[in-house]
Every structure is written in structure tokens, then in C-alpha cells.
């Protein structure tokens, strides 16, 4: 396979992240997996040393370098260190980017250097207890005042839904003329009728907290909109494509990682006086994981750079996120499989890799939509034919 193509300053900032991971992270998260959830000083930690937000421009606090591989990095790091449930591009490059992309300059400049720095977590409120990918289907909804709107209803799933200060609410502004008719609504802690409910328990990520969140008349002053009225479902759809690049880059980090946990083992492990390694189903299973592994980590590198030069549609990220959350589940099934009962025992990661990998089709638009959404591109009328392409 080619050598992927990072910068001499990447390749530095990769071996220093996965340094930070090391010391700072990885002795801590059995404790935060027991608590289900990180201490909030990880954020301030990561952000001292420039790991949180990377691309904001100097004058916020970053590095103003919006090179998508450096949060490639990040997430390829955190997957195979076993710390994806700190879930730190969730705050930095999945929630942060909305501040810059549509809101005002004088709402960056409140929120995104306390972002940097991790004084302040972020989270995006979109899923409901009746609405997931479907988000024409949401209640939550505010009322128009001369000064401000009021806020009501309920959110649920929402990652850092309990260390969050800063939440971007979806809710409708029109329910009964337009479904679609969404506004974002920048929501802080404290702000009174705000209410967190359970930090809920979940089969994986763990140290992930996800929490229910309850707006009852929350009063949300005009300056706290986040871009115009009415527009936060195209809004939301613009940050999905990015959102499921980053679940991409994620959902193949840990596959490889499971592919390495479970060679390790077969080699080690024997069987009838041989190393499992050696049977012929073993090789075979692990070939045309390899293969496929290698095959998606050129697909998603590509999208990567498409990102960068502007050009990701939704449908490319639907591809990538429906592919790589697939295969990240057969990876670590694969691998639980060839352990045999060892694969079961939660000593060994691999049942942890197996165990977090049951989301991946699922959050971020489900395995199914994202068959819609390419179904709908492939077999419709603008659907370019092969051979016309450009390349």
C-alpha cells in the first residue's frame, strides 16, 4: 500500500498526541469507564497543550491550521490507545466548527476561547426520545418574543450531555407550517428551566457521558441564535457530512486495532499443539479482513483530502460512514470469535472493541439511512454513469 501522505509537522503532532495519550489519558480511563464519565480536567489538559481545537484562527487560541488531518490524527490516536470514549472531537471538530461556519463574530469570540482552552464543553442536542435520523420528527420547540425566544422540550442520547456548558439545540420555530422550518439555539449551563436528567448507561463507551436533557421555558436571549431563524436543518445537514467523515475516520482506526489485538493473539494462541494462526479458516478470515481494511483506509485517506480541498458531498460521507461502521463491527467479531472464549472475558480488549463497535451503525444516521440517502443519489436521474466521470 502507499505511504499515507502526512506533513513532517504532522507526523511530530501525532507522535506528541499519542505521548499526551499515554501519560495523561490512558491511566485514567478505567476509573472514568467505572464513573461513566471523564473529569472535566482531561479538556483543560488536552487544550493547554494545543490538542483540543486545532484549527480556530490564533486569535481565539488554536493553531488556525483547518487541516482535517490533523484531526485524523487525533481520532486515529485516540481509537488505538482504547480512549475513543473520550470523545474529544465530539467538543472540538464535530460542535465547534458551527461557531465559525454560521454564527456572528461576536458569538466566536464569546464561546470559542474558553472551546480552546477546554474551560468550556460543548455538545449538539439533536435526538429526541421519538426522533433520531428523523429530524422533521422533533418536538422541541421555541416561541418568538420581541427580545428573545422560549425554549421547551427534550433532547436525548446527547453525548457530554452532563459535562456540557454549551449546547447547540435544534427545535422547531414553525411546527405546525413546516417541519422543517429549524432554528439552533446556543444554550449555556445554568440558564434557569435547563435541566440534565440520567447519565444514561450504555453497552459501550462508557466513559462517554450520555445524558437526557430537559428544556422547560428556557428563555434564550436573540444574541444566542445561532445563525438566521429557520435555517438549522440545513445548518444541521451541512455538519453531518463532516460529522460522519469523523465517525469514519474513527470507526477504521478501531477496526484496525481489532485486526492487530487478534493476529497478536492467534499467533500466541495454540490449538491442538499448533498456533491458531496456522489453520487455514484463520488465515482466510484475516486475509479478506486485511484486504478489506486496506481497501477502506485509501477510500477514507481520499475523503479526507476531499474534505480539505472542499469538495465531501453528504452522499461520499454517507459511503464512507456506512462502510467503515460496518466494518468495524465485523472486525471486532472476527476478532472475539478467534479468541474464543478469551474474547468473551472483558480482561481482554477485544470484547471492549466488540462491545463499543454495536453504535457505529447506528448514531450518526443508521446503517439504513445512509443506504437511502446512496440509494436515492445512485438510482436517480442525475446519477453520472462510470465512464462520463472526470477524474
Known amino acids: ?10 507526523n511530530a503532532f501525532r507522535t506528541a498526541y499519542r505521548r ?30 494545543g490538542f483540543l481545537m486545532v484549527w480556530p484562527d490564533e486569535a481565539y487560541g488554536g ?73 422533521a420528527g422533533i418536538r422541541t420547540s421555541a416561541t418568538e418574543h420581541p427580545d428573545h425566544w422560549v425554549l421547551n422540550g427534550q433532547k436525548t442520547y446527547i453525548s457530554n450531555g452532563i459535562n456540557a456548558d454549551v449546547v447547540i ?6 411546527p405546525q407550517q413546516d417541519p422543517y422550518h429549524l432554528t439552533l ?24 457521558d450520555t445524558a437526557e436533557l430537559f428544556f422547560n421555558e428556557v428563555v434564550v436571549p436573540k444574541d444566542q441564535v445561532l445563525g438566521e431563524p429557520g435555517r438549522g436543518f440545513a445548518y444541521l445537514m451541512e455538519g453531518l457530512a463532516e460529522e460522519r467523515l469523523i465517525g469514519a475516520v474513527a470507526y477504521l482506526a ?22 491458531v494462526a496456522s489453520f487455514q479458516n484463520t488465515q482466510f478470515a484475516l486475509a479478506e479482513l486485511r484486504t478489506e481494511l486496506d481497501v477502506a483506509q485509501c477510500y477514507i485517506d481520499q475523503q479526507v483530502a476531499a474534505f480539505n480541498a472542499g469538495c ?13 461502521s460496518e466494518l468495524q463491527v465485523k472486525a471486532a467479531d472476527i476478532g472475539v470469535q478467534l479468541h474464543g472464549g478469551a474474547g468473551y472475558m472483558d480482561e481482554y480488549p477485544i470484547s471492549r472493541q466488540f462491545t463499543d463497535a454495536r453504535i457505529s451503525p447506528i448514531y450518526a444516521g443508521t446503517s439504513e439511512i445512509m443506504k ?6 445512485c438510482l436517480g436521474p442525475d446519477y453520472q454513469p462510470f465512464n462520463t466521470r472526470n477524474f
Open 254 to 275: 478501531s477496526a484496525q486495532l481489532s485486526w492487530d489485538l487478534t493476529a497478536d493473539f492467534v499467533r500466541s494462541r495454540k490449538a491442538f499443539g499448533k498456533a
Open 20 to 49: 499526551f495519550l499515554a501519560e495523561t489519558v490512558v491511566p485514567h480511563m478505567e476509573h472514568w469507564r467505572a464513573q461513566g464519565i471523564v473529569d472535566r480536567s482531561v479538556f483543560q489538559k488536552a487544550g493547554e497543550q
Open 1 to 10: 500500500m502507499l505511504p499515507r501522505l502526512f506533513t513532517e509537522e504532522q
Open 185 to 208: 439555539f446556543i444554550v449555556e449551563r445554568g440558564m434557569p428551566g435547563f435541566e440534565r436528567g440520567r447519565n444514561l448507561k450504555k453497552m459501550g463507551m462508557k466513559a462517554q
Open 312 to 324: 465531501l458531498t453528504a452522499v461520499d460521507a454517507a459511503k464512507s460512514k456506512l462502510m467503515t
Open 169 to 174: 439545540v435544534a427545535a422547531k420555530t414553525k
Open 372 to 377: 437511502l440517502i446512496i440509494g436515492r443519489d
Open 63 to 135: 493553531l488556525g491550521d483547518d487541516d482535517f488531518r490533523f484531526e485524523q490524527i487525533i481520532i486515529e490516536e485516540a481509537a488505538y490507545a482504547r480512549t475513543s470514549d473520550w470523545f474529544s472531537s465530539l467538543h472540538s471538530r464535530l460542535v465547534g466548527p458551527y461557531f465559525t461556519r454560521f454564527g456572528s463574530p461576536e458569538q466566536c469570540q464569546r464561546y470559542l476561547p474558553k472551546c480552546v482552552s477546554g474551560e468550556s464543553i460543548l455538545a449538539i442536542a439533536m435526538t429526541e426520545p421519538d426522533a433520531g435520523s428523523d429530524l
